[in-house]
């Protein structure tokens, strides 16, 4: 069965502080996204990672990719308020005819 | 440049009646694709297409029904519109064989009393 799993599901932190949110998948793939996702709005792309060891870093977010271990973290550092939203990652499975399937995504709020 | 504009953004339907969700993309993506989002849950795929005159089903396919006779347009159907299609729909394309990600439209929030 194709799965994504995400966690955790809802993280509550302070602003200035660290953390990971992690992304496991079932099997091999070729692609991982991450999206952001504001209240009552759409997706944005904020990260496409296509190969083992890939790391890719957008200002205070880091994504990283570990195919061997079939997981993939986005971290952030120094949080702020404008970061809360829900994060997805999302995959491309290895002849899946291009059906992305999603986690359930992470609610992050940031309290200043 | 558009992207992909869904239309339209707030529906509600009765039961049983059907109709047409709108997506339109300018950027000649060949992948267009439908998704809904349930609460506490991910995005689950409707259906797809990867070209013109292509379509194929994803996960959820029931009770939906897709067309793709041009390069720019991928509408999806309700046949007859039950509850459980309460839901927010999105339209995503991509470039296939790009290495970046899906472009996703502004969403439809559908209710179906």
């Known amino acids: 069965e194709l799965k994504v799993e995400q966690n955790p599901l809802f993280l509550s932190m302070q602003e200035g502080k660290n953390y990971t949110i992690y992304c496991n998948y079932s099997?091999?793939?070729?692609?991982l996204y991450w999206y952001r996702q504001d209240p009552g709005k759409s997706l944005e792309s904020l990260f496409v990672?296509?190969?083992n060891g890939a790391v890719k870093q957008e200002g205070r977010l880091m994504a990283s990719l570990d195919t061997k271990a079939r997981l993939s973290t986005l971290h952030i550092t120094a949080a702020v308020h404008d970061l809360s939203a829900t994060y997805f990652c999302?995959?491309?499975?290895?002849?899946?005819?291009?059906?992305?399937?999603w986690g359930a995504g992470t609610k992050l709020i940031i309290k200043p | 440049n558009a992207g992909v504009t869904q239309t339209p953004k707030f529906q509600v339907l009765k039961t049983g009646q059907s109709m047409t969700l709108q997506c339109a993309q300018d950027?000649?993506?060949?992948?267009m694709s439908w998704y809904r989002q349930d609460p506490g849950m991910g995005l689950r795929l409707i259906h797809y297409?990867?070209?013109?005159?292509?379509?194929d089903q994803g996960e959820v396919p029931n009770g939906y029904n897709v067309s793709r006779s041009t390069t720019e347009d991928f509408p999806l159907r309700l046949l007859s519109a039950a509850p459980s299609q309460t839901s927010v729909y999105f339209c995503a394309s991509r470039l296939l064989g790009a290495n970046y990600g899906y472009t996703f439209g502004s969403g439809t929030r559908l209710t179906v009393v």
């Open positions: 950027m000649n993506h060949e992948y």
């Open positions: 999302a995959v491309d499975f290895q002849g899946g005819n291009y059906q992305l399937i």
């Open positions: 297409s990867v070209g013109a005159g292509i379509t």
């Open positions: 990672l296509l190969s």
């Open positions: 099997t091999t793939s070729d692609r």
